[in-house]
């Protein structure tokens, strides 16, 4: 069992989690190829990752003013590298 390529945390102004996601395999494959893993958050399945989170932020409760003043954090597990922003500022 391999762990997920990226994780995904999005936070209320508190630092309460409020939604936590991981990569599914078929979208950690989609950024490998052959012996090769795209990097820097380029890759199909980091996008098609970061637009399943998208929707999830969306469908919380109140939306996504429920987290204004937030913050969301995409890590790549791969290489330690963090996406991170602030929401609704």
Avoid: Q
């Avoid at 069992?1 to 950690?28: C, F, I, Q, W």
């Avoid at 969306?58 to 602030?86: H, M, Q, S």
């Amino acid at each position: 069992m391999s762990m997920a390529r990226y994780h995904y945390t999005r936070e209320n102004k508190n630092g309460v989690v409020l939604l936590y996601l991981e990569s599914e395999p078929a979208e950690d494959a989609m950024d490998e190829f052959d012996d090769e893993i795209a990097v820097g958050f380029s890759g199909n399945g980091y996008l098609s990752f970061w637009t399943r989170c998208r929707r999830a932020a969306e469908a919380l409760p109140n939306g996504l003013e429920y987290a204004e003043g937030g913050r969301c954090v995409i890590t790549d597990t791969f290489t330690g590298e963090e996406k991170i922003w602030r929401v609704g500022l």
